[in-house]
């Protein structure tokens, strides 16, 4: 079956432009999380959805970081202003329903020059 | 600072043999620990978990111990096979934010025929 979804895989920017990544769930996963993995890092978490609203945003750096799931199923994760030290792995993950057992996608590579 | 900490950044076993990946945490909050698995260009797979009533879940190859007073965990494969070399990631969560996973940096696991 589909696993979780995301595109693009790679996204090169410069700084101070605006990025948006995109993930898709598992279909039928209630659940969404996002993670980011710097290089020699484990992953860190950033945000999950229950549904259409966010439920624990803690792991946001600042403000320039932003996500949405209007429809409760695809998320789009959107960077403002990037700067270098964004340049990482940005990794969603699906589960049916809130859970520590998470299915995560490929990631999108995030280089900001 | 590190909440859940790989200490072995790799390891190396031949076929056959155990594979021991170890893991410490800091915060006594944390109730529920796993072991993701991770190749290259794909995103973390989950293994195997401990819930903190419990010192030993098994599952096939794989054991995790969980000493709650020392506050490590370990992942035992045997035997190991030439599949399992990959990173290998600890994570842990608290019942207060559950699905947000914290890991360590993981240890990369070679296993040699």
């Known amino acids: 079956g589909a696993g979780v979804s995301q595109t693009p895989s790679n996204k090169v920017t410069e700084k101070g432009k605006y990025v948006e990544l995109r993930c898709d769930p598992i279909?039928?996963?209630?659940?969404l999380y996002w993670y980011r993995q710097s290089l020699g890092q484990g992953p860190e978490f950033l945000i999950y959805?229950?549904?259409?609203?966010?439920?624990?945003d803690s792991g946001l750096p600042n403000d320039r970081f932003f996500a949405v799931r209007p429809e409760g199923s695809v998320s789009t994760l959107k960077i403002q202003r990037t700067e270098r030290g964004d340049s990482a792995v940005y990794l969603c993950?699906?589960?049916?329903?809130?859970?520590?057992?998470?299915?995560f996608g490929p990631g999108t590579r995030l280089t900001v020059l | 600072d590190q909440q859940v900490k790989q200490n072995s950044p790799s390891l190396s076993v031949q076929e056959g043999r155990i594979s021991i990946l170890n893991c410490d945490y800091t915060n006594s909050m944390f109730d529920y620990f796993l072991w993701y698995k991770k190749y290259p260009a794909e995103g973390p797979t989950f293994l195997i978990s401990?819930?903190?009533?419990?010192d030993k879940n098994e599952d096939g190859r794989f054991t995790v111990f969980l000493n709650k007073s020392a506050k490590h965990l370990s992942l035992h494969i045997v035997p190991s096979q030439p599949g399992d070399s990959a990173v290998y990631f600890c994570a842990a969560s608290a019942y207060t934010s559950q699905g947000n996973l914290i890991f360590g940096k993981g240890t990369k696991l070679s296993v040699k025929p």
């Open positions: 279909s039928g996963h209630t659940a």
């Open positions: 401990i819930s903190s009533i419990k």
């Open positions: 993950a699906s589960s049916l329903t809130l859970s520590n057992e998470q299915f």
């Open positions: 959805f229950q549904g259409t609203g966010a439920a624990d």
